[in-house]
């Protein structure tokens, strides 16, 4: 699945790029520039919409 290459190719580059940045410098990314306390609920959306997507996925896959 196309999805699940994306997503974790996604989530990779950004767990290396937090593992290289300072703590200060990282708080203020997460904090200021995404904006994660005035977005909490629609970044949790995102993450639940797409965990059913690919939970649906992966049940509904055919066997080859």
Do not use: C, D, N
């Given at each position: 699945m196309v999805v699940v290459t994306l997503v974790d190719w996604i989530t990779l580059i950004k767990s290396l790029?937090?593992?290289f940045?300072?703590?200060e410098m990282?708080?203020?990314l997460f904090f200021g520039q995404l904006h994660y306390?005035?977005?909490f609920y629609l970044y949790g959306a995102?993450?639940?919409v797409l965990g059913v997507y690919l939970t649906y996925g992966g049940f509904k896959?055919?066997?080859h």
């Open positions: 790029f937090f593992l940045l300072p703590p990282e708080a203020g306390q005035q977005l995102i993450s639940l896959s055919r066997s």
